[in-house]
């Protein structure tokens, strides 16, 4: 019934399988990926017929977590999954954007690729086996592939090593973690496509007791490393591409224009698309640009006569394929770019901080023309966000949330919740800063930064890293070390490289790399890349990291200028929390029946209180003598205090009598006001016309008999 063919090898010492030929029969492509106990089905199916109208290749890659792989039932309302969660989202983005440049150009075919997480082992994360899943599956599918593209992990160990495709209690240990894709390149070597890299959590523990640091030279070294793994995992695939008789099928590929037609334009229009893109303002550059193309319309249309309307939808990509050539000649022969600046000068920043008059800490970042506003919250614990997915991690203290809204680009838009670019920018910035935060024990807040574009034109995941960081530095949360953010982009063509700092969205466009590098003043906290040209030797990835450290250093001590560290004192607006930590035998008592105890303390003291299961209360108030007489109450009824002669309590008068009050102050232990002591110097006719049950009244202990009852006498003001 099946064919069922299977590949078994080891990349960098860890077992990979690849398996076709049983699951997903009517797929074009279908393999599943084991790695220890965690196994991914990835499935390729394409379009039999180009898509018509298109002018760019409609790939889609989506990640399916069953919840069934971990043994576990999702939560909500519906108890089945629903909307992918943000790290199948995250994965998604790591299958695509190595696939992508390894698609030729002019491929109009939709290809779907679907990874669905099968059994998850909770050791072996499922994102990297589902990366050369879905490489090996493109294969089988026999599409137009420049592959097969290998994928790895790596750690970097406590000894200066690096471990391939470590699990996830290995990471703990590690002070990076890095994912590449490359394929076989010439020569023997391997063309580096695509890394994604961050520091994890616990990185600067790490490093505090011996571990290295991911400097600029470390990560070089690791790249280079990475080539033999990759072409390991690369080969795996081949071997079983191979076995199953795949054939590389016939499909067409569209040119978006003709040759005459560009080189019409470049004739009549070069010059002045030239001096157009020399304009510095965004804004009035594309004004200009798109006023030259409505000419060239006109122009052409009148020169090509009736063949101008088969030719017509080709203007726009010549037009841009036209400012392409132009910007990167201008870049390579004259040193120069778009704005006019040297290919390492970074724009001008500017920098405030405080300004919005609610938010905990907020920073205005603004390099160029894009502008990011970064405001800080501080919550209780029980604030962090809680993680329904087949993932280890259950829970998340540090969030941060990156919004791009369509006025940041002059354009309008809809706005329905954040796409899936919004969300890889988003934790690329939080994974760039969770190094820094400290950790819960030393400060026990959930923490969320959101970033809002106000204006974009390039690098605005790095200007949130830079924002982020002064928001918390102004909301007085004692970050580690400062962080900043720059985003590197390369011209490369017939082996000279040109690398661009601080790069514009325009260049990005036009360029063969975005490469963005965040980081402290002596460590990579974390990095993205993604190349658009084969063959990019490690020695030039090398040189921008370089580049990048020198622009990350200018950058931060910009920023440091405004504000040097965090603020001493945490923001005015900020909840101030206690920990306390209670014998587990006292939580009962604690809570009180039905919660009557913990509540009656909330209530009267105003602050939010919360009880973890192994004793650790957290209470936070909106100001720290709230706070204090929360912990005093429940240190009261842990451990009840005796009164002593001369000792004032702030009590609560629990019983009236018509010779006097009863005041508990603490715990068990009530005294009595005479209604002798009422009256301050008059006689009083009934007690309830001073104090009432339930009164709050601040007294003094003035004897205690042998009977052990107390006497209490009011305090007056002023005593």
């Given amino acids: 019934m099946f064919q069922n063919l299977k590949v078994e090898g080891s990349v960098g010492g860890r077992k990979l399988s690849l398996e076709t030929g049983k699951l997903a029969l009517q797929a074009d492509g279908a393999v599943l990926v084991t790695q220890g106990e965690t196994q991914v089905l990835v499935t390729v199916v394409a379009g039999k017929e180009p898509k018509e109208g298109l002018d760019f290749f409609p790939l889609t890659v989506d990640v399916e977590e069953r919840m069934y792989a971990a043994g576990k039932i999702p939560g909500g309302f519906f108890r ?165 008789g795949a054939v590389q099928r016939d499909f067409p590929l569209f040119r978006d224009y003709t040759e005459e037609l560009f080189q019409a334009l470049e004739a009549e229009f070069g010059e002045a698309v030239r001096e157009a893109l020399a304009i510095p303002g965004k804004l009035e550059r594309e004004e200009a640009l798109e006023e030259l193309k409505r000419k060239a319309s006109e122009a052409l ?63 205005l970042f603004t390099r160029g023309e894009t502008q990011v506003l970064s405001a800080a919250t501080l919550g209780m614990p029980r604030m962090q966000q809680i993680i329904d997915t087949i993932a ?191 014998p587990v035998d006292k939580i009962g008592e604690v809570i009180g029946p039905k919660g009557k105890k913990v509540n009656e303390i909330a209530s009267l003291t105003g602050a939010e209180i919360d009880i973890e299961d192994d004793g650790t209360i957290y209470i936070g108030a909106k100001d720290e003598a709230a706070a204090q007489e929360a912990l005093r109450m429940i240190r009261e009824v842990v451990s009840p205090v005796e009164p002593k002669v001369g000792e004032r309590y702030l009590g609560t008068v629990v019983k009236t009598t018509p010779f006097g009050a009863f005041v508990q102050l603490v715990r068990g232990r009530d005294g009595l006001i005479h209604i002798s002591r009422l009256g301050k110097g008059e006689r009083v006719k009934r007690v309830e016309d001073v104090v009432k049950v339930g009164d709050r009244i601040l007294v003094e202990v003035v004897e205690i008999d042998k009977l052990n009852r107390i006497s209490l006498k009011p305090v007056e003001d002023g005593e």
């Fill in 80 to 244: 089945r999954e629903g909307r992918p969660s943000e790290e199948a989202i995250l994965t998604a983005r790591l299958i695509d954007r190595p696939l992508r440049p390894s698609f030729p150009k002019g491929f109009r075919n939709e290809v779907h690729v679907v990874a669905t997480v099968l059994s998850a082992d909770q050791k072996n994360p499922p994102d990297v086996p589902a990366m050369s899943g879905a490489s090996a599956a493109i294969l089988l599918a026999g599409l137009p592939f420049q592959g097969p593209v290998g994928a790895v992990r790596l750690g970097l160990r406590a000894d200066g090593s690096w471990l391939v495709n470590p699990t996830f209690q290995e990471l703990e240990e590690c002070t990076f973690d890095m994912v590449v894709a490359g394929r076989d390149g010439s020569g023997g070597g391997v063309d580096i496509l695509m890394v994604e890299a961050e520091a994890p959590e616990k990185a600067l523990a790490v490093m505090k007791q011996g571990g290295p640091m991911p400097t600029e030279r470390v990560v070089a070294l690791g790249l280079e490393f990475a080539r033999g793994p990759l072409l390991e995992a690369a080969r795996l695939q081949s071997e079983l591409a191979l076995r199953a």
């Fill in 301 to 363: 249309a009148a020169r090509f006569g009736q063949a101008w309307e088969e030719m017509a939808g080709g203007l726009a990509p010549a037009f841009r394929a036209l400012e392409r050539k132009i910007a990167r000649k201008r870049i390579l022969e004259e040193g120069l770019r778009i704005d006019g600046r040297k290919p390492n000068q970074i724009r001008p920043i500017s920098v405030e901080v405080g300004l919005l008059p609610m938010a905990h800490g907020s920073a």
């Fill in 392 to 582: 280890p991690e259950e829970s998340k203290r540090y969030m941060h949330h990156y919004n791009f809204p369509p006025f940041s680009t002059g354009e309008p838009g809809f706005m329905r919740g954040p796409r899936r670019r919004e969300i890889g920018h988003g934790a690329l910035a939080e994974r760039a800063l969770l190094p820094v935060i400290p950790p819960e024990e030393e400060f026990p807040y959930a923490i969320r930064v959101v970033s809002d574009v106000l204006s974009s034109n390039g690098s605005t995941s790095m200007a949130s890293v830079c924002g982020s960081t002064l928001a918390l530095m102004d909301a007085g949360v004692p970050i580690r070390e400062p962080v900043g953010g720059v985003a590197m982009g390369l011209v490369a063509e017939e082996g000279k490289y040109v690398t661009l700092t601080d790069i514009l969205g325009a260049e990005d466009a036009y360029g063969d790399m975005d490469f963005k590098v965040a980081g402290t003043k002596r460590y990579i906290t974390a990095l993205q890349l993604d190349t658009k040209v084969p063959g990019l030797p490690v020695e030039v990835l090398a040189s921008a990291l370089e580049e990048a450290r020198r622009a990350r250093l200018a950058i931060l001590e910009v920023m440091l200028k405004t504000l040097p560290r965090p603020r001493p004192e945490l923001s005015p607006r900020a909840p101030r929390i206690i920990v306390e930590v209670i």
